[in-house]
């Protein structure tokens, strides 16, 4: 049942609700937040609340500008740990208007609505779920971030230490928020974790991204940890991913319509072209999927992550992969995009991703031969499946090739998103490392 304003306000009343944080994401993928007293919340919800939009534009920020923020009241929920302090505080996701009351431009959830629109409007339901894997780190005095990690355990190790139930209360947390959680677990490298969240459709599956992220940096804090989503923190193991699973539905009936039993893969025409609109596209949409310089020292041969375009079922090294399907449980027909990492912005990735395999599907782009051979060992100049960009100067150079790309985020978010990355990339081009002058001062 959808919520209503008066639902809000009493439940606002009846949970004794004191701060209310709406939040929005800037184009980085960085959670911001207004925070307002519960005295405000009526006028809130029928005007909204002003604030300065170029909050929005995140390191490419470049001029002030009145917008406004409206809360979606689907998101609203109570924040469980601020029960501790006796502050009681609700958050809403929020939408931003222009002064001309129009949704803005610059906004990421707004790009991503437009892409599920532009999915319902072919028929299609987008449904989707993210694997989001992350490390906790120790913390010092200061509460910053020290590269120690919490454990030294591994892939799957049974333990029932405190990042076990730390694990566990971050699912109970998530359900304030109705989200729910299909596992929970130790990733390959220490210190590392991954929380798998249930399928959802539309927006619902990138908020419960943004939400996850907040939870746990929050409750980790508490912990004294720090919850990390830089993708190669450290080196010689293994990176942070964050792997999509993602599927369309019939709009009207609401059946999987990835199904085809017949099919040696178990996937209809359908979902071979959306597919094979994820593989061409591949290399137009990484820099919005993994947005950092780190993020390429994650994408590398034999870390069990992509760095080819290429797709399989068996192989952990594909970029998409098709997992396998009971025979009695046909519905959850999927496939699983490996490139995107936790530091993306999910809004901008989802609609990127979901615009990528629309494209296919209008084109009825023909899906190439599947990759099963190992190609997590595949030296990487290989030359049997293309290469995916190598660097974030590589990705970015991409991205301004791709058309349907940079039409997905629109131009205002474009220009902004592309500026950034190019100002990343060159910042980190000049850079002298430890690593040269270790390596070139004693010898040169």
Not at 7 to 20: N, P
Not at 40 to 53: S, T
Request: aromatic letters at 8%; one cysteine or more; hydrophobic letters at 45%.
């Amino acid at each position: 049942m959808t919520a209503t304003v008066n639902d809000i306000m009493q439940r606002a009343q009846q949970q004794q609700v004191e701060f209310i944080s709406l939040q929005f994401t800037d184009i980085a993928g960085m959670l911001k937040n207004v925070t307002i007293p519960v005295a405000m919340l009526a006028d809130c919800l029928d005007h909204g609340v002003w604030f300065d939009g170029s909050a929005l534009e995140g390191p490419a920020r470049v001029a002030e500008t009145d917008m406004y923020l409206v809360p979606d009241i689907a998101t609203f929920a109570v924040m469980p740990w601020d029960d501790a302090t006796g502050v009681v505080t609700a958050r809403f996701i929020c939408d931003v208007y222009s002064p001309d009351g129009r949704p803005y431009a610059g906004d990421p959830r707004r790009v991503f609505r437009r892409a599920v629109a532009d999915a319902q409007a072919m028929g299609f339901i987008y449904r989707l779920s993210a694997e989001v894997e992350f490390f906790l780190f120790k913390t010092d005095s200061d509460t910053r971030p020290v590269l120690i990690p919490n454990d030294s355990v591994g892939y799957f190790d049974a333990t029932n230490d405190s990042f076990t139930r730390f694990r566990r209360h971050v699912v109970k947390a998530l359900g304030a928020f109705n989200i729910n959680v299909n596992a929970t677990h130790h990733e390959g490298a220490v210190g590392q974790h991954e929380i798998d969240l249930q399928i959802e459709s539309g927006m619902a599956a990138a908020d419960a991204v943004m939400t996850l992220r907040q939870v746990l940096r929050s409750m980790a804090l508490q912990q004294g940890l720090f919850a990390s989503f830089m993708p190669k923190p450290m080196m010689g193991i293994n990176g942070s991913g964050m792997h999509v699973h993602q599927s369309l539905a019939d709009a009207v009936t609401g059946v999987n319509v990835f199904i085809d039993q017949n099919d040696s893969y178990g996937l209809s025409p359908v979902a071979k072209h959306f597919m094979a609109g994820l593989l061409a596209h591949a290399p137009g949409m990484l820099a919005v999927l993994a947005p950092l310089v780190n993020s390429y020292k994650r994408l590398v041969p034999g870390y069990e992550a992509p760095a080819y375009v290429s797709w399989g079922r068996t192989n952990r090294g594909a970029l998409v992969r098709v997992p396998r399907i009971l025979p009695d449980r046909p519905q959850t027909t999927r496939i699983e995009l490996r490139s995107p990492d936790p530091a993306c912005n999910p809004y901008l990735a989802y609609a990127v991703m979901l615009q990528a395999g629309l494209d296919g599907i209008r084109r009825e782009l023909p899906l190439p031969p599947a990759a099963e051979e190992d190609l997590v060992t595949m030296n990487a100049r290989s030359r049997i499946h293309p290469l995916l960009p190598m660097t974030l100067g590589e990705a970015v150079t991409e991205l301004q090739r791709d058309e349907v790309i940079a039409d997905t985020l629109g131009p205002l978010i474009y220009q902004r998103f592309v500026e950034s990355r190019q100002r990343e990339w060159e910042e980190y081009r000049q850079h002298v490392s430890n690593w040269e002058i270790d390596r070139y001062l004693p010898i040169y």
